[in-house]
């Protein structure tokens, strides 16, 4: 059976815990060594491979419960979606979690992450003039019913 990807959504989950200390370029080396000591909302992602200045848009839950998305525009398809009324990046506890688009045409961040992002690898992610590094532990992905 084929999984069919439409504007689906891939939903990384990160743990705040997990501060990454190795195999990083001279700027994210003193980022990641230096991290933010206390809870802050993002404003920008770096990811190798996929984006080093990507959007992140802080979204409100659904009316379901469920982490919202960045929009469907053309902008929307770039931006990285946080579930703001979960745990802020740099929280002592919880997992902080993040949305992204997926495109048939492949033309999406979500189709990017998914093909270069990799257990193990690494998001720094910026904002309230701090930055923290974190790795990935566990990637999901959803598909339309």
């Known amino acids: 059976m084929k999984r069919r990807m439409s504007v689906g959504v891939a939903m990384l989950t990160l743990l705040p815990f997990l501060l990454i200390l190795g195999q990083a370029g001279p700027a994210s ?24 200045s ?15 998305l960045p929009p469907l ?3 929307g398809k770039r ?7 979960g745990p802020k990046p740099g929280s ?11 495109y048939p045409d492949g033309s999406a961040l979500g189709n990017r992450l998914l093909a270069h ?14 930055a923290l590094c974190y790795r990935v532990n566990r990637k999901v992905v959803t598909t339309p019913n």
């Open 54 to 68: 990507i959007t992140v848009l802080a979204m409100a839950r659904t009316a379901g419960g469920f982490p919202g």
């Open 79 to 85: 931006d990285l979606a946080w579930d703001r009324e």
């Open 73 to 75: 525009t053309s902008s």
């Open 29 to 52: 080396a003193s980022v990641c060594a230096n991290p933010a000591r206390h809870p802050f909302s993002p404003s920008r992602a770096a990811v190798a491979r996929v984006g080093r």
């Open 117 to 130: 992002l990799k257990v193990g690898g690494r998001i720094v992610l910026y904002g309230d003039g701090v």
């Open 92 to 102: 002592a506890y919880g997992n902080v979690r993040f949305n992204a688009h997926t």
